[in-house]
């Protein structure tokens, strides 16, 4: 579903992401583990077109997307859940959801689907559907990281990137921003998560991709990569 091929990513003369190439397939829920810094999140930038590539090849359904516009991936089923879960704080909940739909559906989309879809997430939510009329900015840390993800799912997405969505999250919270993850995932949906937290990650995931500095250093099934020592070096790497 998703090939990155060769990708390298820079700011002036940092280059936070050097020749990076990785497969995704359909349905599968993929990590990419790293420190700070590593680059993870220019990755998920690079895929969803918030940042230019400076070279390499992007390829979704069989579509080179690398210089499509961020906007038309979203409209061909890309969703980006940013870091620090980012909402419309003056807007209500309900305006969020709406405004997730209208990201790819533009006005094409019937108001009585997008009122389905907003339906369907307050059953998924509860809490949201509770809030819906409350401005999002006052929505507590955990609630807002939901509402984000939610706001995503409006647009119907068949690839989800996510972005450290347990960051900033209390334990019980991170647990069960894991549990919907592995929901998503068991529904068909196809997910790249970055995540600092990578036993976590990597304990949900089919397939995991160690960054340090902008490098991947091992790829392979969980299993693999937790095995022996791998992991941890590819961290006192990163360290600095
Ligand atoms: P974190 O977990 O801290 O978010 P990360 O693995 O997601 O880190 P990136 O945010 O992709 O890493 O950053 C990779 C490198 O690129 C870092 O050295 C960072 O300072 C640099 N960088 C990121 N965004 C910019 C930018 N807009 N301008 C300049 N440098 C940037």
């Not at 340090?212 to 070096?233: F, K, N």
């Amino acid at each position: 579903m998703l090939t990155v091929e060769n990708i390298s990513v820079g700011y002036g003369p940092v280059r936070a992401v050097r020749e990076l190439s990785l497969e995704l397939k359909p349905g599968q829920l993929g990590t990419v583990v790293g420190a700070n810094g590593a680059g993870k999140s220019s990755l998920l930038k690079a895929v969803s077109g918030l940042v230019p590539v400076r070279s390499g090849t992007i390829t979704f359904d069989g579509e080179r997307i690398e210089a499509t516009p961020a906007h038309r991936r979203t409209e061909l089923g890309i969703a980006h859940v940013l870091e620090g879960h980012r909402v419309f704080g003056d807007q209500s909940v309900e305006a969020n959801l709406v405004l997730g739909a209208l990201r790819r559906y533009r006005s094409r989309r019937a108001r009585a689907e997008v009122r389905a879809d907003v339906s369907a997430q307050y059953e998924r939510f509860p809490i949201l559907g509770e809030r819906r009329a409350q401005l999002a900015a006052t929505l507590s840390g955990g609630e807002q990281q939901m509402l984000a993800t939610s706001v995503a799912l409006m647009s119907r997405p068949r690839l989800l990137l996510l972005d450290e969505p347990s960051l900033g999250l209390a334990p019980k919270l991170v647990e069960e921003t894991f549990r919907l993850i592995t929901a998503l995932r068991e529904e068909g949906l196809t997910v790249l998560l970055v995540e600092q937290r990578a036993s976590l990650a990597l304990r949900i995931a089919d397939y995991g991709w160690v960054l340090r500095r902008g490098e991947l250093v091992a790829a392979g099934p969980p299993s693999e990569l937790t095995e022996g020592a791998q992991l941890d070096q590819a961290y006192l790497g990163a360290a600095t």
